[in-house]
């Protein structure tokens, strides 16, 4: 079965860094484009950035030049530097397979149970 | 960046009645347009991909449509485990963004 679980969230102050991880199984891990979403305190859903199969990265304005999306495919993991935390930032964090099916269109199809960041003094 | 916007934000209804949510990309996005539920404390799941597609697994009950910039979901006949926040995803252009959500209670 596919699986996907985050870990690394957790309390920290403003201005500090935090590593997130996302382990896979289940899967060819290499084979799939991986993205991190975020879900703010009792809002809606956030993309945050994504890191495709050769490696090319994305990202959303709000985190681009203080996070940074990685992969390690030998180890069927994903991660997520988090630099220059700040209150805004504060959300449960997801990581997301995408699948890509017909003429290419992504969509998550397999979800992690999420990571929880707060940052606060 | 695509602005998608859902409506409405909130319904009731009542097991059995035909609900329809729409969602509104502020560019076109052919049909690259996903649907996702969620539950409280759960995370998101998809239901419906490439804008009419049913997720494997997904009732029947549920069917999306559209193109360009207007979509709907619709759930023919609510049933009580359907209560939940729906959200519509473009996934045309980076970056990809959400609807704000549509909580569906049941009366």
């Known amino acids: 079965d596919v699986q996907l679980v985050e870990s690394g969230g957790g309390l920290i102050q403003p201005g500090g860094s935090l590593r997130l991880s996302c382990a896979a199984s289940?899967?060819?891990?290499?084979?799939?484009?991986m993205h991190w979403v975020r879900q703010l305190p009792g809002k809606g859903l956030e993309w945050v950035s994504g890191?495709?199969?050769?490696?090319?990265?994305y990202y959303s304005v709000s985190v681009k030049g203080r996070f940074t999306i990685s992969r390690e495919n030998a180890k069927n993991s994903f991660f997520l530097q988090m630099n220059s935390l700040s209150a805004e930032d504060t959300a449960l964090y997801y990581c997301?397979?995408?699948?890509?099916?017909?003429w290419g269109i992504g969509q998550y199809d397999f979800w992690g149970q999420g990571t929880l960041v707060t940052v606060s003094s | 960046d695509i602005q998608m916007t859902q409506s409405p934000s909130s319904l009731s209804a009542s097991v059995g009645d035909r609900v329809t949510i729409t969602c509104r990309a502020s560019q076109a996005i052919s049909t690259y347009l996903n649907w996702y539920y969620q539950k409280p404390g759960k995370a998101p799941k998809l239901l419906i991909y490439?804008?009419?597609n049913l997720q494997t697994g997904v009732p029947s009950r549920f069917s999306g449509g559209g193109s360009a910039t207007d979509f709907t979901l619709t759930i023919s006949s609510l049933q009580p485990e359907d209560s939940a926040t729906f959200y519509c995803?473009?996934?045309?252009?980076?970056?990809?963004?959400f609807g704000q959500g549509t909580k569906v209670e049941l009366k």
């Open positions: 289940g899967f060819t891990f290499s084979s799939y484009d």
């Open positions: 490439a804008s009419s």
């Open positions: 890191i495709v199969t050769a490696g090319d990265t």
């Open positions: 997301a397979r995408v699948s890509r099916g017909l």
């Open positions: 995803q473009q996934t045309y252009t980076f970056p990809w963004t």
